[in-house]
């Protein structure tokens, strides 16, 4: 198989055994990282411990970020110990995101422990690459995310809120409810959307709570009134109406409640007296 490299002069077609060559042997960075790309659009098994070569013990951070990319690419389980220990120690910031992404999509129990650390990653870009690689594994990430949810940082929290809310397994209902009371509010703003996600009534009392909280920040209390119209249950109707009823003037909080009110009312209109089938039910 050959493929088509190009440069500024002319195109040139390199063999797989070529590109290996040059992975290996190049002393030029930009050719061994134009080679760790392309073998992983090649998509040959008999590229992947060359690339983890690579991915250990090239010098260059670009030429290691292509290897972990291109290790992701091929989906090949020999990759997962080494991509696991680049996430968790390589100084170069870019490697340590591509190495989170190729776990995604590798997936596997064996991903989620290094992957919920890397949470807690200096780099933020790493924590969110991480977050939406446990995200992409789905449910076998929700046990390790829910303990995370106790974490001392914030930005773990928030970030393992983001993700139960994504997999939507409603066993952390519960534990996504106490998140409503922790004190730092981008924490609270993910638990209401998360609890809107998840699709589970049982949240709708708390939720209820959060948005009649007149200390509450108004951005929660927002997030409530919407997670209450994604739920579609009655017992929020009157709260929402309450709420509506209250402002001198709509703002953003109330327009919320106003578009949760009704959202609500056109899914219960035929259990709801005197209720009739409108596409946008009146107010009153």
Request: aromatic share 4%.
């Amino acid at each position: 198989m050959t493929i088509s490299v190009n440069n500024r002069k002319k195109q040139v077609k390199k063999t797989f055994d070529e590109l290996l060559v040059d992975l290996s042997t190049s002393n030029s960075e930009k050719v061994r990282y134009n080679a760790a790309r392309i073998l992983g659009e090649m998509g040959d098994f008999k590229a992947v411990e060359p690339l983890i070569n690579v991915l250990k013990n090239d010098k260059n951070g670009s030429v290691r970020l292509y290897a972990a990319r291109a290790l992701g690419e091929l989906g090949c389980d020999a990759a997962t110990e080494p991509l696991i220990e680049s996430l968790r120690e390589d100084r170069n910031v870019d490697v340590r995101v591509r190495a989170a992404r190729a776990l995604g999509r590798l997936g596997g129990r064996i991903v989620v422990e290094p992957l919920v650390e890397a949470l807690n990653d200096e780099n933020p870009q790493v924590c969110i690459t991480a977050t939406d690689a446990l995200i992409e594994i789905g449910d076998v990430a929700t046990d390790a995310l829910m303990e995370s949810l106790d974490h001392e940082k914030v930005n773990v929290r928030c970030d393992a809120t983001r993700a139960l809310g994504e997999i939507g397994n409603k066993k952390c209902v519960d534990k996504i409810i106490n998140m409503l009371k922790d004190e730092w509010v981008n924490v609270r703003i993910y638990a209401v959307t998360s609890l809107g996600k998840l699709d589970d009534v049982k949240a709708v009392p708390a939720l209820i709570e959060v948005m009649q909280d007149t200390k509450e920040n108004e951005l929660v209390r927002a997030g409530a009134a919407a997670a209450l119209g994604v739920l579609r249950d009655q017992r929020a109707l009157l709260p929402l109406r309450q709420l509506i009823m209250a402002a001198e003037e709509l703002g953003e909080l109330e327009d919320t409640a106003l578009k949760s009110f009704k959202k609500i009312m056109a899914a219960n209109w035929e259990t709801i007296p005197g209720a009739t089938p409108v596409k946008k039910p009146a107010l009153f």
